[in-house]
Structures are given as C-alpha cells and as structure tokens.
C-alpha cells in the first residue's frame, strides 16, 4: 500500500460525459501528480501541483483541468469525454517539489476509465 | 520531448535466467528511476541513479547509469517468477521540468517456473 488513495478504481462512461477522479496523497505530501496510461503512449505526464499552486503542466488536454484544495487532496476533470481518452489515470505525490531532487513519487493503483 | 526508449518490449523466459532490460535516450537527465509496476496496480519505485557511471544493486538487480546520463541497464540474475512484471525507467531533471518524470513504454517481463 502506497499511502496515495485514488477513487473510483473503475469508471465506465458514455462519451460526451464529463467525470470527476479524486486523489488523496500519503499524509505529509505536499505534491500531487497526475499521470495517464494508455497501451500506445504509455505513462504520460498531465500536471503537478504542489501546496495547492499548479507547478509543472505536461501533456493535459484542454478538456481536462486539475485542482488540489486546502486539504491537499486532488481532483482530474475530464469533460466532453472521447473513445481515446479511456485508459488508467494515475496520481502519484511527494514530499517535495518533485523527482528532479531526487525523492520518490508514491504511485496510487489508479483509475481504470472506460468509454464507450 | 524528452523520450526514454526501452528495449526489449516483452521479455519471456525461464526462472534462474539472467537479463538486461536497457533504457536508451539522447536527452540528459539529472536522475533516472526504474519502477516495477504489476496489475492493477501504480509503478513502485525500485532505485533512483544520480551519478553517470553509478552502479546500484538490490539484491539480484544491478542498475546502472551511463557515463553520459542519457541512458540506464537493469540486469536480473537468476530471474525468479515473482519477477513478474512490467519495468519502466523514467528520466528526471531539475530546473523547470523537476516536477515531471519522462517515462519510458516499459518492457514486459515474464519468469516461467
């Protein structure tokens, strides 16, 4: 058990749809990262937040937007959904500002998007 | 885009094999993770290598960072079953990007008893 609780585990929509994924990082991390996981792209990076503030932003539509509240907990809104955004969502979090110094990123089991 | 490019993609073979899973990039990184990640579940972190030339080993597994730190080797002696798994390297850097890990596709290890 990582610490990093993530809900749903699974989420099967329609498209068009918009969802909602939650993130609560190990106690005492101050970074939330969001990660996508498809077959043909692999981990891809989608944004960082760090104490609240975004800090580093990846490869996020502009269908999708992030927040993390005063509880440091994470939200991934996914809008207007298509066939091609179904894959595993990750969100991982940190002590710190992030794997450049060279600490860890705590991976939750993430949540399985389906749409169709 | 900084890309990391593992080789090879699956990886089949018998318990008390060795194998190299190699990570490959022409970009430099400050470090370089691997993690294992089984299914249904996150990657876990296995070792983070700061130093080109480092050498880093856990138990059966030796990681090592290139000279350059463009690129990385995971090597398994005597692989066993709970191997199992999928491997995947992901570069870091400091400055405006130390928030992101690039990572690599992953290469898909299977141990057969």
């Known amino acids: 058990d990582s610490g990093v609780t993530q809900t749903p585990k699974h989420l099967i929509t329609a498209t068009g749809q918009r969802v909602t994924l939650r993130c609560s990082p190990r106690s005492g991390d101050l970074s939330v990262y969001w990660y996508q996981q498809s077959l043909d792209q692999g981990l891809q990076f989608l944004i960082q937040y760090y104490n609240g503030e975004e800090r580093a932003k990846g490869n996020i539509l502009e269908r999708f937007s992030a927040q993390q509240f005063p509880d440091l907990h994470s939200e991934l809104n996914l809008s207007s959904l298509e066939l091609g955004d179904s894959a595993l969502y990750f969100c991982?979090?940190?002590?710190?500002w992030g794997p450049g110094m060279n600490t860890e990123a705590f991976f939750g089991q993430g949540t399985r998007l389906t749409v169709v | 885009t900084q890309l990391l490019e593992q080789s090879p993609q699956f990886l089949s073979i018998q318990e008390g094999e060795n194998l190299t899973v190699y990570c490959n990039s022409s970009s430099v990184f400050s470090s370089l993770q691997w993690y294992r990640q089984e299914p249904g579940e996150g990657p876990v972190l296995l070792v983070t290598?700061?130093?080109?030339?480092e050498v880093k080993k856990l138990k059966r597994l030796t990681f090592q960072f290139g000279d350059a730190r463009k690129d990385s080797s995971l090597h398994i002696t005597a692989a066993q079953p709970g191997d199992t798994g999928l491997y995947l390297c992901a570069g870091a850097n400091r400055g405006s990007t130390l928030g992101r890990l690039y990572f690599g596709r992953g290469t898909q290890l299977t141990v057969w008893p």
């Open positions: 290598v700061v130093t080109g030339g």
């Open positions: 991982a979090s940190s002590v710190d």
